[in-house]
């Protein structure tokens, strides 16, 4: 079956690089994403990476895919406090418009 | 563009009862997904319709039913409220098609709370 994993929380300091990990169990995962979710909000989505890619850069944002260990991370450089907020990693076969979520990582930016 | 809008933005039923959520997609957008999100639960896929037509379905209970309208507008019903059902309701839009770019674009939500 299907499934997504995220560590829950995650605490760094402003100005740092912060890194949330993603593990997931659908071989057949073509597209891997990234979303945020802030406070009373939906989901933004931040970036998303194909499967035969191993790394995609966007402005702060690094995304790195280890197909063989089906992990996935998500590194956002010089942390800022309005970069507090859930992260979720989702995956989705790409031959349906039905994404799996992760639980969601909380990321706290401490000044 | 204007995003998706969802309405109304909060809702506050009793058990029992049945609620209609309103979603309309990004403008050219064809398909319109619908996902539960409850702490307890997280994030679940509910359905997808495409072209007036439920293209995918997850694995909830046939209270939890939906349709799209020729305009690519969407509803979705809930019949018999259970206190289960409060949850953040997300719809999330695309262009529909296969191509490798289209990614999905996702509403405010519906807070739905059931008493």
């Known amino acids: 079956g299907e499934d997504v994993e995220q560590s829950l929380f995650l605490s760094v300091r402003e100005g740092d690089s912060s890194v949330i990990n993603c593990t997931y169990t659908?071989?057949?995962?073509?597209?891997l994403y990234w979303y945020k979710q802030e406070p009373g909000a939906g989901l933004q989505l931040l970036t998303y990476?194909?499967?035969?890619?191993d790394m995609k850069q966007d402005q702060r944002l690094t995304v790195l895919l280890k197909k063989q260990d089906k992990h996935l991370s998500l590194r956002i450089a010089d942390t800022q406090t309005g970069d507090s907020a859930i992260y979720f990693c989702?995956?989705?076969?790409?031959?349906?418009?039905?994404?799996?979520f992760g639980s969601g990582t909380q990321l706290t930016v401490l000044p | 563009k204007a995003g998706v809008t969802q309405t109304p933005r909060y809702l506050i039923k009793t058990r029992g009862q049945q609620v209609t959520l309103s979603c309309s997609p990004i403008?050219?957008?064809?398909?319109v997904s619908w996902y539960q999100q409850t702490p307890g639960q997280g994030l679940q896929f509910l359905f997808e319709?495409?072209?007036?037509?439920?293209?995918n379905k997850g694995n909830f209970p046939g209270r939890f039913s939906g349709r799209q309208f020729s305009n690519s507008r969407s509803e979705m019903n809930v019949s018999t409220l259970e206190l289960g059902d409060s949850a953040l309701y997300l719809c999330?839009?695309?262009?529909?098609?296969?191509?490798?770019?289209?990614?999905?674009?996702f509403g405010p939500g519906t807070r739905l709370t059931v008493l």
């Open positions: 999330a839009s695309t262009g529909g098609g296969r191509a490798s770019t289209d990614t999905q674009y």
């Open positions: 659908d071989s057949s995962s073509t597209y």
């Open positions: 990476i194909f499967s035969n890619m």
């Open positions: 989702a995956e989705s076969p790409g031959s349906a418009r039905q994404l799996t």
């Open positions: 403008s050219g957008h064809r398909s």
């Open positions: 319709y495409f072209s007036e037509t439920q293209r």
